[in-house]
């Protein structure tokens, strides 16, 4: 019962934040992206890695790396440790510290003015997605991609609470200063970010992928098993990847319950 009513708060938590920031500025769509080109060269792309399926990673890396400055991907301690992928930048940590650390770590080895953060199971990204990013993109602002409404559960989910998703962009400065503040290492890195956005004025603009969609947890949950025992054990998959998902929603509610415990801590511009 405990555990029901938590979940419901957290939920009632994530729909005013939701609100808030669906009243933000939208970026709108446009089909020239000539400003946005030329900040390509600027920008370092971030995927943080665990457990993924390298030929989704590489095709991601193959869309993106002719034009931007660096593509780094962080493996965060794989049960299978990701191949050397062509185009990349590869990052390997020892051990699983979680999305948010994976973050930190392509932040620091990093070297762009601009930082564009990507999941690893994206499908479908196209070179005109990211130039949509950058087209609203301004010091003090951060641009959110979400994908166009579908009947898939991620694009439902992903369509109705963006402050979940976790394709972001920014410049340097401002990521650099949310990540001083902030001490998330898991699936609550989202929140985190979103909270310390609100809390410091920084403005947030929402643009529409259509055409993108994201590998389901349970789709994934074969990574690192042996490949036969896919077909004989498609239910042992499926419950993998559920019980995979039920981590991923404590972590978030936990990163909840963290931002409005450290909502002063992470005033950064007050703290200046």
């Not at 929603?249 to 801590?265: D, F, S, T």
């Amino acid at each position: 019962m405990e555990i029901l009513v938590a979940s419901l708060m957290a939920l009632i938590v994530v729909i005013a934040i939701t609100k808030l920031i669906m009243k933000a500025e939208k970026a709108k769509e446009k089909h020239a992206y000539g400003k946005s080109r030329a900040l390509l060269p600027k920008v370092s792309v971030i995927i943080p890695a665990y457990n993924e399926i390298p030929q989704v990673i590489q095709k991601i890396v193959d869309v993106l790396a002719p034009y931007v400055l660096e593509v780094i991907v962080v493996c965060d301690g794989s049960v299978r440790r990701l191949p050397e992928l062509p185009g990349a930048r590869m990052v390997y940590h020892l051990s699983n510290y979680g999305k948010g650390q994976a973050l930190k770590t392509g932040v620091e080895a990093s070297r762009g003015e601009i930082i564009i953060f990507l999941d690893a199971d994206l499908l479908n990204l196209k070179l005109d997605h990211i130039l949509g990013l950058l087209y609203g993109l301004r010091p003090g602002i951060m641009v959110v991609g979400i994908f166009r409404p579908g009947l898939s559960f991620t694009k439902i989910a992903n369509f109705m609470f963006p402050i979940l998703s976790g394709t972001r962009a920014f410049y340097r400065k401002d990521v650099e200063a949310m990540f001083e503040k902030i001490d998330v290492s898991n699936f609550g890195i989202e929140i985190a970010i979103t909270a310390c956005c609100l809390i410091n004025g920084i403005r947030t603009r929402i643009v529409t992928f259509s055409g993108v969609s994201q590998l389901l947890k349970e789709q994934k949950a074969d990574v690192g098993k042996d490949d036969a025992a896919w077909a004989r054990k498609r239910f042992e998959q499926f419950a993998r990847g559920f019980r995979y998902r039920m981590k991923m929603y404590r972590e978030i509610i936990g990163g909840i319950a963290w931002a409005i415990k450290n909502r002063k801590r992470l005033n950064y511009r007050k703290s200046a």
